[in-house]
Structures are given as C-alpha cells and as structure tokens.
C-alpha cells in the first residue's frame, strides 16, 4: 500500500511532446470535498483507501496540488461528431496529470475532468458539474463490475466553485483512470493535417505501449488494427448484451483500447427497446441503441481511413470484415449465458430475437426478466414472468421452445442452473432514476447515496442484504427521464 506521495510517475504520453499535447495547469475548484472514491479504482494504484479521506486527496484531485512528477498536459484530436468531420477537438476541460505505474508493472493514466480552461476550450468554460461528474463515476465502476471494459474512476471532488449551464449548478472533478487517453480520433487528426511524422510516432507509440505483441506479427499495424476492431466488436456485444446505451458514440469518444470511454448522456435500458435514443439530441437517433452495431463499424472505417498511410485498403476492409461476425459470435455467446445455456444450437440467434421482439413495447423490464429467468426452473420461470408480456400467445410459443432447448442442454440441478444465471445476470445495474436520486441528494450535501448505490453496483449480481430498493422497475417519475447533454 501507498501514500499519496509515493505514486510513481512515468508520463510517457507527454514525452511525446508538443505537437500532441499542451503543458497546462490545472485551475482549483473552491473547497474542495470528497464525494464519492472507490477503493476498487484506489487498488490500481496500490493506494490505501483509507487516504482518500486524507483533506490532501481532495486537494490533488481538485487542482490545488499537483505531485512534482506529475506533467499535466492537454491531448489534441479530432474526430467525426455525429457523422460529420470536426477538424479540431482535444481536451477541452480534462487534463492528463501523468502516467502512474503500480506494484504489478500496469501503467495507468490520471485524467482529471473539469479542470479547466485549455487550448482546446473553444467557447467551453473548462468546467465539469457535480451531476455529470458522479455519472461518469458511477458508470465507469458499474461497467467494470458488470465486466464491460471501461475507463474508471479514482473518485468525484466537489466544490462551490459556481458553474452555468442551463442553471447554475456546482463545479465538480472526476479522476479518471485508463491505461491510455488515446482516442480514434488521435489518429484522425494527425492524419487530416496531413502530419505523416507524428502520426507515424502515435501509431508506434500505441504499438509499443498498448499492442506490443503486433510486433512480432508480419504486418504489426494491420495486426493492432485487427486487435482494436476485435476488441470493439467484444465491447459493443457486452453494451447490448446488458442494455448500455452510450449515446455520443463520435470518434473522439472512441478508445484505441475498445474500452467504453467518455460518459455522457448514457443510460442502461430499463423497459426493453430496440430504439431506445438516451440522448436527446441525437434527433436522428444516429446512436440509438440497436444501431450501436453499425455504428461501431463505422467507427472502426472512420480510423481504418487515417490509418491508410500505414496498411494497404485491401487489408483494412478485411480486417473492418471481421467486425460484425465477431460482434455476433460475442453477443449470442453472452445471450445463450443470460438464458442459461451452456451448449450452442443453430436455431439460438433466432429464440433470442423472437423473445427481444416480444419483449419491444411490451414494457418488460431487460434486466429483472433475465434474473427472474434464472431465480426457478425454465418451467416455473416463464410461467411467472408471463404476465408481463403484452403477446400473450406469442410469449406462449416462445416458452414452449425455451424450455425444450433447456431440456436439451442438459442435466442440472435448478441450484446449479441459478448459480450459473445469476453469475451473468445483474440484480443491480445503473438505472437513470437511481443516479438521478444520488444527484439530487449529493446536490443538497448529502453524498451517502452516491456512495451507498456505488457500493451496491460494484457487485451488481450480488444480492445484498437490504438493498431491495435497488432492484426495484422504476417509479413513474424515473421512466424516460431526459437526461441533459451539458455535463
Ligand atoms: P464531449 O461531448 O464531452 O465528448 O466533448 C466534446 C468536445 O468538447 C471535447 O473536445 C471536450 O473537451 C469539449 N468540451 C466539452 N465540454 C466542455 C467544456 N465545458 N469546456 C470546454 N470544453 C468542453
Ligand atoms: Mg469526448
């Protein structure tokens, strides 16, 4: 275990120089306090959790201290925004502090969101507010929990420090952690302003860093390329597996690593619903949430384009070819284990899409139909969740072809066929309305609640004593809650 002044910093991103970041200092919030922290992300750095109620870990992670080895810097990129090219993006209000490494050898990047104006503000304030900063936080702990690869989060600092946005609320900071900040859209913009050097320098360094074993492969680029649309099709299967809607899927929002990355308006799916749009400004529902597939190839081809210096077109489309088969294999892989499958059927892509389009419009909530499936037997499980189908006939046919194929799979004890259902099968997932009741009371002074259900999510398939309320449809006020994208 380490103190807070024991990190070991080696800024490796920031070697890089000047044409790929900017050296900036944070900008401190006024009285600073810990929110939330969670002891899971304080690990990764060897940190004794118990420093995060230390008055000098609200004090780093709010911009008034700053480790000597610590080089804080701000990342330009670009990317596609909504379909279109925007020539010039970058950190905006977020900051790399450096590059830690712990005990195990893992490196791992301090990011702090909300620190600040930078080159790349535009006509932003540099400001992070206390609301979107706890759902990043939430959301990065809940996905991991869930097992769906994600940047995390160290902990929230909030302060008085006033910050507008449609009204005025208060500015807040979220230490994000990511074993790289490098985005698609890193690639883009060295490839749109024509900089074939530094470009040539970013592809090596996420070589060298994040794919090292390419090298030994006879094309090493082609092979990283062929690495990040294999783990994007994994990444995008586990979002629709569990009902993740990212909502701002741009290319800048995209990480070279296939880890979900830069939370907004997010939400997980409560009642089922294939187009399902979380952001409210995505009018064209472009990043609803069944076109997260297609979308995540067209992400892929956005950074096959700036990748072609490197590898011939040929061999990016073969690689962008693996895309979808893999995506399919991972999804119906993940589904077969939510209905409790443990061999493979031809017919098993079709009974999950039969039982999606019973449950479109029927109301069915996606999380708790798939824990009840698993609470009983086949037999006894339908025959309960029954009645929330609106198809009644429908639901009928599909339980008479579910509970066949269970019968083919095998012999198991419903103690056994529970364990293993409930293993993939949350109880717990992050549910708008319960973030929304953490907010409000953490915008009152109350962080008990933020902190409470960040506990319950970090072992979501879990039943925890007590925590009833957590696992609960949500009330009519938390049904399609608009989120605001001004974060
Ligand atoms: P996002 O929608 O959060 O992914 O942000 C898109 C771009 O806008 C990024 O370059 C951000 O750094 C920048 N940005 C977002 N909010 C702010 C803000 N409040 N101040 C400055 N830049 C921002
Ligand atoms: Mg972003």
Redesign the pocket.
């Known amino acids: 275990m380490k103190a807070l002044d024991e990190l070991t910093f080696d800024n490796r991103f920031a070697r890089l120089g000047d044409a790929f970041s900017t050296h900036v200092l944070p900008d401190p919030l006024d009285e600073p306090r810990l929110v939330v922290a969670s002891d899971a992300a304080m690990a990764l750095l060897d940190l004794d959790p118990a420093v995060a109620q230390t008055p000098v870990f609200a004090e780093l992670f709010s911009g008034h201290k700053l480790w000597e080895a610590a080089e804080p810097r701000a990342m330009v990129y670009s990317g596609h925004q909504f379909g279109g090219y925007s020539p010039q ?6 900051l790399l502090l450096g590059e830690v490494y712990n005990a195990a050898g893992e490196h791992w990047d301090l990011h702090l969101k909300g620190a600040g ?1 930078t080159p ?3 006509m ?5 507010v206390l609301r979107s900063s706890i759902r990043e936080f939430l959301a990065s702990e809940a996905l991991h929990a869930l097992g769906i690869p994600s940047s995390r989060a160290l902990c929230v600092i909030g302060s008085s420090t006033p910050v507008w946005r449609e009204k005025q609320e208060r500015g807040a900071m979220v230490l994000r952690l990511a074993p790289s900040h490098i985005r698609f859209g890193h690639f883009e913009y060295f490839y749109y302003t024509k900089k074939p050097e530094q470009q040539a320098e970013l592809a090596e360094h996420v070589l060298n860093l994040h794919y090292p074993e390419c090298r030994e492969q006879p094309e090493p680029y082609l092979a990283m390329f062929r690495e990040i649309v294999e783990r994007n099709a994994e990444m995008i299967a586990k979002w629709q597996a569990y009902g993740f809607c990212h909502g ?1 899927m ?1 290319t ?2 995209m990480s070279i690593l296939g880890i979900t990355f ?1 939370f ?1 308006p997010f939400a997980f799916l409560d009642d089922f619903d294939a187009h399902f749009i979380c952001n409210h400004s995505d009018h064209e529902g472009r990043y609803s949430f069944s076109n997260q597939v297609p979308i995540g190839q067209w992400n892929l081809s956005a950074l096959a384009q700036a990748l072609t210096p490197f590898i011939s077109v040929d061999a990016l489309k073969e690689a962008l070819g693996l895309y979808l088969p893999l995506y399919q294999a991972h999804y119906l892989d993940l589904m077969r284990r939510r209905l409790g499958l443990t061999t493979a059927e031809e017919d098993d892509q079709k009974l999950v899409e039969r039982l999606l389009a019973l449950m479109q419009n029927s109301g069915v909530d996606y999380t708790l139909f798939f824990r009840r499936l698993g609470d009983e037997s086949a037999a006894l499980a339908v025959a309960r969740l029954r009645d929330d189908f609106v198809d009644l006939a429908g639901f009928d046919a599909w339980a008479e072809l579910y509970k066949a194929r269970v019968a083919r799979d095998g012999e198991y004890s419903q103690a056994q066929r529970r364990e293993r259902m409930h293993a993939v099968n949350p109880l717990y997932i992050l549910r708008n309305y319960l973030a929304q009741n953490a907010i409000a009371a953490a915008e009152s002074g109350d962080y008990s609640e933020v902190r409470r259900l960040h506990e319950v999510l970090s072992r979501p398939f879990e039943e925890q004593a007590g925590m009833e309320q957590y696992a609960q449809r949500p009330p009519d006020w938390g049904k399609h809650l608009e989120i605001s994208c001004s ?1």
């Open positions: 993006l970058g950190d905006g209000r977020g104006m790349y503000s535009r932003g304030d540099g400001r992070a701002v741009n800048d929002n830069d907004g974060s």
